[in-house]
């Protein structure tokens, strides 16, 4: 190593010269990793593990880890910045049941077509998503936090999102594998927020919300092959600007009774955006907060955040019956999980809902 090498590696003042985005809270009355960054970070690691434990002592310590690490006063994360780290915590049905069987995210994720899911990749009783521009940092951070007597890691998915386009005020989304803008209808306003993505109660779940996570392998060479044309067709909106193929801005929702002068819909009867759409449907909006992944397999690492379960069951069984995008996917992991409410020092995380 020459000289002015060593130096510069040992600059004191600047270890590191790019410069990184600042802390995110990850106190409130929500968990952090949600709405929060506005725009998430380029990269993804999601973490599933069963316990053998008591559930309230364990999330309370993962509580004063995390809030360690995103102060950078943990030693575990080997002297990496957290910089704009964020952790969310799920627990899986069969301990929300345990507590209460009437209480939301005590029901399983029933199977689904266009599903192979190996039972271990299937459900969980901790979620965790840990989400960090460095993309060193989840999975060290995932090391230190899973580091405790009782967990056993279930599956793993890795994920990154691309560059952001400018959707609206306050709204950016980036494109998936097949090149299409992903994640522009949703509740970005705090009023569809309040009514469609956090739990308003009862209170042991008040200001949580119920995550899916589905790991989605797409057969990105057939889509690839096909016409741009016959692509927008699958999703029902325009691949270079995201806007819908029966007109108007990218922020537009579609008009779904739009059609062409011989009597075709604009927006084909099978788009993905007419069959999951919340009318179509007849659910609230899900926040999806998708990444992009390459290994295993070419996919898109779905993971959506709804007050109702229902919401995203109802959303697929209408894409089952007749969704252009589906037969181009094969889901091989997949769960949901009740993201727990917000914490703080003196509200240990899960301690509205077990006891520590
Ligand atoms: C579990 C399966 C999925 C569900 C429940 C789901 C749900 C949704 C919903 C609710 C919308 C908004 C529809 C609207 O009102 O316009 C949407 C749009 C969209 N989805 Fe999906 N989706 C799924 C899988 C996928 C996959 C596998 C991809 C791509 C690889 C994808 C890409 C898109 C794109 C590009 C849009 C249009 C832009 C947007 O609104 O974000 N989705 N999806």
New binding site residues.
């Given amino acids: 190593m020459t000289a002015g090498l060593a130096a510069g590696c040992h600059a004191a003042s600047a270890p590191d010269t790019e410069t990184r985005p600042g802390p995110v809270p990850p106190t409130g009355i929500h968990q952090a990793g949600i709405t929060t960054p506005q725009q998430p970070q380029p990269h993804l690691l999601i973490v599933t593990a069963d316990i053998s434990v008591a559930p309230g002592p364990l999330l309370a310590e993962l509580g004063r880890r995390i809030l360690a690490m995103a102060a950078g006063t943990d030693a575990r994360l080997l002297g990496l910045p957290a910089g704009d780290l964020t952790v969310t915590v799920g627990v899986g049905p069969k301990l929300v049941r345990a507590r209460d069987p009437q209480l939301p995210g005590a029901k399983d994720l029933p199977p689904a077509a266009h599903e192979a899911v190996a039972p271990s990749d299937r459900g969980g009783d901790l979620l965790l998503q840990i989400c960090a521009s460095d993309p060193l940092v989840p999975p060290i951070a995932a090391a230190a936090l899973l580091a405790m007597p009782g967990v056993r890691e279930r599956w793993r998915q890795s994920g990154a999102r691309g560059p952001h386009v400018p959707v609206a005020d306050g709204v950016t989304?980036p494109r998936?594998?097949?090149g299409?803008?992903?994640?522009?209808?949703?509740p970005h306003t705090p009023a569809e927020q309040q009514r469609d993505l956090w739990l308003p109660g009862p209170a042991p779940v008040a200001g949580g919300t119920i995550a899916?996570v589905?790991r989605?392998a797409?057969d990105v060479a057939r889509f690839a092959a096909m016409p741009t044309a016959a692509q927008e067709a699958v999703?029902?909106?325009r691949r270079d600007t995201?806007t819908?193929l029966s007109g108007g801005a990218i922020a537009d929702?579609?008009d779904l009774g739009a059609k062409t002068p011989d009597g075709r819909y604009l927006v084909p009867a099978d788009a993905?955006?007419r069959r999951?759409?919340?009318n179509v449907?007849g659910a609230g909006?899900?926040l999806?907060r998708?990444y992009s992944m390459d290994t295993p397999a070419p996919?898109?690492l779905?993971a959506?955040f709804q007050n109702d379960l229902h919401t995203?069951t109802a959303?697929?069984a209408s894409?089952e019956a007749a969704d252009a995008?589906l037969p181009?996917?094969t889901?091989t992991a997949s769960g949901t999980f009740l993201i727990l409410p917000g914490f703080d020092e003196h509200r240990p995380l899960g301690s509205t809902l077990f006891p520590a």
Avoid: E
């Fill in positions: 989304a998936n594998v097949l299409f803008i992903d994640g522009i209808i949703g899916v589905r989605m797409l999703f029902g909106r995201g819908p929702g579609p993905h955006i999951a759409h919340a449907v909006l899900m999806r998708s996919g898109l779905f959506s995203f959303t697929l894409m995008l181009f996917t889901t």
